[in-house]
């Protein structure tokens, strides 16, 4: 699998995945799905709202931000399947969650949802968790056990996929 470490590439695997996930799904569900499938968002105060949006997606982008510079700083690599990290990062949040990457993802559609006060949007972020639930399980996690063995298994088996550790876990 050919490496790649450069801006162009990182730019890439971030619009190609995260911003079609965070801004052109939410984006469309906005513009054009107009069915009301719960009312979760009438009940929140407006000020509250838009404060708890824009905390969440700080939050949530920060934590993005965060996992894709740990990627090409101590990985070697991008977010992208096709130009993954070399090394295996377990440092930072890779402490407490094995996904936190997904995690910052997941914080900032929460953020969308609750800054649009669009309860569909809330509806395509689970799904997207239960898509990547199932690719982890079915594709990146043998994937990983291939690539770094017994270490990824050990991590594993004492960090979460999605529930973070309240101590970080050290090799």
């Known amino acids: 699998m050919k ?3 450069n801006l162009w590439s990182h730019l ?3 619009l190609a995945l995260p911003f079609m996930a ?10 054009f799905i107009n069915i009301k499938v719960v009312s979760f968002f009438n009940h929140i105060n407006e000020t509250l709202s838009d404060f708890l949006s824009g905390f969440v997606m700080s ?3 920060l934590l993005f931000l965060w996992t894709v510079l740990l990627f090409a700083k101590v990985g070697k690599g991008t977010l992208a399947p096709w130009a993954p990290p070399v090394k295996f990062v377990i440092v930072g949040p890779y402490k407490y969650v094995r996904n936190p990457m997904l995690c910052g993802v997941n914080l900032m559609l929460i953020g ?3 800054l649009l006060k669009n309860e569909n949007i809330l509806l395509w972020m689970i799904l997207f968790l239960a898509i990547n639930t199932l690719y982890f399980v079915k594709s990146e996690e043998p994937n990983l056990e291939k ?3 017994a270490d990824y298994k050990l991590y594993k088996k004492n960090v979460g996929r999605w529930i973070p550790r309240l101590r970080g876990w050290k090799m």
């Not at 965070?22 to 513009?31: D, K, L, N, Q, Y």
């Open 3 to 5: 490496q790649s470490n």
């Open 22 to 31: 965070t801004v052109a799904v939410p984006w469309a569900i906005h513009t």
């Open 147 to 149: 690539r770094f063995g």
């Open 59 to 61: 939050i949530g982008f």
């Open 12 to 14: 890439l695997s971030v």
């Open 112 to 114: 969308v949802a609750l």
